[in-house]
């Protein structure tokens, strides 16, 4: 029987004949020939149940390229009896889903139900996914969406409410290697690789099932004599770009593990994050930023130079430029994750902003305002101040809060790095300020 796909109406059309790539040969009969994705598969787990209990509802499958989202869509619609049809939200516009919907709405009037799977789904604006919903909720369709994004970013509430969100996880190494095993039962021969450029192929896969499949068709197109090591095979393969995109969901999970590691001290896990990023393709200046913004907010006061050697080393790299001045950001890395850590001063200002709101616009109190005018020295504006320098240790202890407004207390600074020395003069001058203010 000939491979079918479909058009957007949802009509089955013979496909082309002709040679087939590996990757679509391969291509499951049954769910049970699927590799990995067991969270979501197994009997016990969400499809594994919908599927005994004969109640499939509409799916987002979020996860990386080359996972089988596809494929297990494909199969979860031949498990129910319903028709199959797939779109593309880069590909479809409005029209092309009024066909879609048309179609499904008099297959479900003859009995007939329709498995609607739109790859990229994060793509279609608000109005487009809002076109779903009706007929969703009518029974035309069963949604199954897949998206490499955050769906909690890119879809909206309404149709996340009428969908459970699957993810799918990049195959592990032993999946891997039983998709290459298939691979070569099917090809009839094993890779032409010795133990280690075996390993290393599974590696340049990077959990991309389908890339390894592409891989591993290239490689048994090669006329070689004896397995090939790792130099030779990364020598006529280019190693696969890792999966990072620079605006979405991986560039977010990067920086804050990055940010995460610094902030418990590792220096080794951070410097491996930062390196990602670097490798991904992001901007230093980017990671630069952040890395000042860490030591404000999470070395603060522990330690003051931080924030310096975070600046330094920014303007260090906008004078020798890449990659000789990505070095002075990864010594920052290095420092800021060795520095003693603190966010008492985040915690005081966060604090300060919340009482600054919810006091709304009471004056200071009248000694410690200025009385340029006879009326305003008439009004007590300066009666009482006590200039501090007056004092013999340069203290008065006088009361700078709002009349209406009890006294606050927001810097609570720790027992580590610089902080414990401006532990003591807080604790210093609160002890002069109860001795002069009973």
Not at 94 to 113: D, T
Not at 130 to 135: K, N, R, S, V
Not at 412 to 428: M, N, S
Request: charged share 25%.
């Amino acid at each position: 029987m000939a491979d079918l796909f479909d058009d957007p109406s949802g009509a089955a059309t013979p496909a082309q004949s002709g040679p087939r790539p590996l990757a679509d040969r391969l291509r499951p009969k049954a769910l049970g020939e699927v590799i990995g994705q067991q969270q979501v598969l197994g009997h016990e787990a969400p499809l594994g149940v919908m599927l005994a209990s004969g109640a499939l509802s509409s799916l987002i499958f979020w996860g990386p390229p080359g996972v089988g989202k596809t494929t297990i869509a494909r199969l979860l619609a031949d498990a129910t009896d319903l028709h199959f049809v797939q779109i593309s939200a880069i590909f479809s516009g409005v029209p092309e889903l009024r066909k879609v919907f048309e179609a499904a709405r008099h297959r479900h009037a003859n009995g007939q139900g329709t498995l609607l799977f739109v790859d990229e789904i994060h793509r279609f604006n608000k109005a487009q996914q809002d076109g779903f919903l009706p007929h969703m909720e009518d029974g035309t369709i069963l949604l199954v969406g897949a998206t490499t994004e955050n769906p909690s970013f890119e879809l909206n509430a309404a149709l996340l409410s009428r969908a459970q969100v699957l993810v799918l996880e990049r195959l592990g190494h032993a999946d891997l290697e039983s998709l290459a095993q298939r691979a070569e039962r099917e090809l009839g021969r094993s890779l032409p690789l010795d133990a280690a450029a075996r390993e290393a192929l599974l590696e340049m896969a990077d959990g991309d099932g389908r890339a390894l499949l592409n891989l591993i068709e290239q490689i048994m197109a090669w006329k070689v004599d004896a397995p090939l090591a790792p130099e030779a095979l990364s020598a006529r393969l280019m190693r696969r770009a890792a999966q990072y995109d620079k605006s979405g969901d991986g560039h977010y999970n990067l920086i804050s593990a990055l940010h995460k590691a610094v902030r418990g001290s590792d220096p080794d896990a951070a410097l491996y994050w930062f390196a990602r990023m670097l490798e991904g393709g992001e901007d230093p200046r980017f990671l630069a930023r952040r890395l000042t913004r860490m030591a404000v907010e999470d070395i603060g006061l522990a330690d003051p130079q931080a924030q310096a050697i975070c600046i330094d080393s920014w303007q260090t790299y906008e004078r020798l430029g890449s990659p000789e001045g990505e070095l002075a950001l990864a010594q920052a890395v290095i420092y800021l994750a060795l520095a003693p850590k603190s966010n008492a001063a985040y915690v005081a200002y966060k604090a300060a902003r919340s009482a600054a709101k919810r006091t709304g616009s009471l004056m200071p109190p009248k000694h410690i305002l200025n009385a340029p005018t006879a009326m305003m020295k008439d009004q007590g504006y300066g009666s009482g101040y006590a200039y501090d320098h007056d004092a013999d240790d340069g203290f008065s202890g006088q009361d700078y809060f709002p009349e209406a407004m009890d006294r606050g207390s927001y810097y609570a600074p720790v027992e580590r790095g610089f902080e414990r020395d401006l532990k003591k003069r807080v604790d210093y001058f609160e002890k002069l300020r109860r001795e002069r203010n009973p």
